[in-house]
């Protein structure tokens, strides 16, 4: 057996101690010695409320109890993301996590239901998707394991509080044995010939050195722009928000069981409900509102009480030209940023952890691994952007700058070849690698407005009558089985209520669990 593989850990916001987290927990302590280094002085950028359901896979697989980690960091549920105003003023859809209806024949559930608008039937195709409706509702239950009943057709994620998770991964990482050493890292040291890293250095003078290093560095990305001089792919012409400021509010109204993005003047906004707080914030492009402006049309358009005044920070969307360089793989924002408006960020910090789970070196570099590394980041990152940009390019509301530049702009190939298929006959592609599958594709598109010209043919191969019938039957028993679901705000407070909520926020008296 080889000896353990000594790896250094730069930083300790969710990238860190995600990866701290995993390694720990998946790595054999025989084959690791692992160490973090972080400065409480330079702190953690402290937002990333908002998950998709892959992070559940990941608490499970490393050992975290659900229930414990929700009440550690005032979270709730998560069905989906709620768009208002994005295709056209007045506009309103939630892409679910989930399906819509169920898959027929080998062919999507969504050509029957475009077969049905020919027939004269106006169904909102949301009312065929299980979370869509539970999300309207407030409503909330794990789904059903094991079954074929319409109430297994979804998934969950959570809204947390990001400093608290971090905090949290740090408890269960130093109980595994990882040592947190504290300071400020001054410089690096690198092999003369190969170029590899050596080891940190910290203002104390301490020497942090190591085999392995894992830039987590935040936006700062020390290791892999500041050693390696990695480049920078500006995605900004198609994703031109490079402004967000985050606010919180008190929790007032209902605990919704998804996270609500509204489309603002010059971006848009976003209204997280944790336990204890709601997390909002502005996300706009400097190129066509001032601060002053989007702050006042933020505080404007908040009806609760603030808890912090806003802060300001600022991005550019795009990646680093490759993640792993030599001896350093980086995690996190220092591998790239793309908007939050799909809570995308720490799902790309979790996919990176995978694949570096199962591509990690032995001992020293081997460029086949970074190789590969690098290809599998390079279609996560471009599948997610591409899947952003729909977001913005398909609109026709023409009532500010913003969006106008936006729907005439150039998309790429990629995202044009996709939205010339799914226009034409509801095409939408399944790929391997890469997050989002043909039902987020297809909320977003339908979502966006863009209804498909045609239907498939062979959606024709099912009688009309009897396609109508049973699209009809799925709509009325998602409806009867969410009726029976508990109030999300009940179903939180029973399963995982954070010791400091006031229970008189805890108004929807209903508990079935
Ligand atoms: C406005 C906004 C909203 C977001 N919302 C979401 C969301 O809803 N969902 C989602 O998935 N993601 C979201 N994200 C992204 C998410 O916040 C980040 O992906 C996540 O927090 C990971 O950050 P990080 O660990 O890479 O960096 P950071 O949290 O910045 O951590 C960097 C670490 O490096 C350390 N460090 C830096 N320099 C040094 C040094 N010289 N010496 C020692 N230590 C050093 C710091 O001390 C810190 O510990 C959002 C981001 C922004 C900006």
């Known amino acids: 057996m080889d000896k353990p593989l000594d790896i250094v850990i730069l930083g300790g916001g969710t990238a860190g101690w995600m990866a701290a987290a995993a390694l720990s927990a998946l790595l054999p302590a025989g084959r690791r010695r692992m160490r973090l280094v972080e400065s409480d002085e330079i702190g953690i950028v402290g937002v990333g409320e908002a998950t998709l359901p892959h992070i559940k896979n990941f608490n499970d697989s490393i050992g975290i109890d659900e229930a414990d980690m929700m009440r550690a960091t005032n979270a709730t549920f998560k069905l989906g993301i709620h768009f208002v105003d994005w295709g056209f003023k007045g506009s309103s859809y939630i892409h679910p996590f989930g399906v819509h209806g169920s898959a027929q024949a080998g062919l999507g559930f969504h050509q029957q239901w475009r077969r049905s608008l020919d027939a004269g039937r106006d169904w909102d195709i949301q009312d065929f998707s299980f979370a869509c409706v539970a999300a309207n509702a407030n409503r909330f239950d794990f789904p059903?394991?094991?079954?074929?009943?319409?109430?297994?057709?979804?998934?969950y994620a959570y809204h947390f509080d990001a400093s608290l998770y971090a905090q949290y991964l740090r408890r269960f990482v130093e109980a595994r044995g990882v040592q947190r050493i504290e300071g400020k890292v001054r410089d690096v040291e690198q092999d003369p010939d190969t170029g590899d890293i050596r080891a940190l250095v910290l203002e104390s003078g301490e020497r942090i050195a190591g085999q392995f290093f894992i830039d987590c560095s935040g936006f700062r990305s020390l290791l892999l722009a500041g050693r390696f001089g990695t480049g920078w792919d500006d995605w900004s012409k198609w994703l031109p928000c490079d402004r967000a400021m985050p606010v919180p509010t008190e929790r007032c109204g209902d605990l919704t069981p998804y996270t609500r993005v509204i489309a603002m003047n010059a971006g848009w906004r976003w209204r997280i409900p944790l336990q204890h707080r709601t997390g909002n914030g502005y996300v706009f492009s400097?190129?066509?509102?001032?601060?002053?402006?989007?702050?006042?049309?933020?505080?404007?358009?908040?009806g609760e009480p603030l808890l912090a005044e806003p802060r300001m920070l600022k991005f550019q969307a795009g990646r680093r030209v490759h993640s792993w360089a030599r001896n350093c793989v980086a995690l996190g924002l220092s591998s790239g940023f793309l908007e939050p408006l799909e809570s995308t960020s720490i799902y790309l910090i979790q996919i990176a952890i995978m694949h570096l789970l199962e591509l990690i070196p032995t001992k020293g570099h081997d460029q086949r691994l970074v190789d590969e590394f690098n290809l599998r980041m390079d279609l996560e990152y471009e599948r997610i952007r591409d899947?952003?940009?729909?977001?913005?390019?398909l609109n026709s509301r023409e009532d500010t700058e913003l969006w106008r530049y936006c729907a005439a702009m150039d998309v790429p190939d990629s995202l044009r070849r996709r939205i010339g298929l799914f226009r034409h006959s509801g095409i939408v592609e399944q790929y391997r690698h890469g997050l989002f599958t043909p039902p987020s594709w297809l909320s977003v598109y339908l979502g966006q407005g863009l209804t498909p010209?045609?239907?498939?043919?062979l959606a024709d191969a099912a009688?009309?009558?009897r396609a109508l019938k049973d699209l009809d039957e799925i709509r009325e028993d998602i409806r009867d089985r969410v009726d029976e679901m508990p109030k999300h705000a009940s179903f939180v407070a029973r399963y995982a209520g954070a010791p400091q909520v006031d229970d008189r926020h805890l108004h929807e008296a209903e508990v079935r669990l």
């Not at 899947?387 to 390019?393: D, G, K, N, S």
């Not at 010209?453 to 043919?457: C, D, I, N, R, V």
């Open 453 to 457: 010209e045609h239907y498939s043919p």
């Open 463 to 465: 009688p009309l009558n």
């Open 387 to 393: 899947f952003l940009i729909l977001h913005y390019h």
């Open 144 to 155: 059903a394991v094991g079954k074929s009943t319409v109430n297994s057709t979804y998934s």
């Open 286 to 302: 400097s190129r066509f509102i001032d601060e002053d402006k989007a702050r006042a049309e933020l505080l404007n358009s908040l």
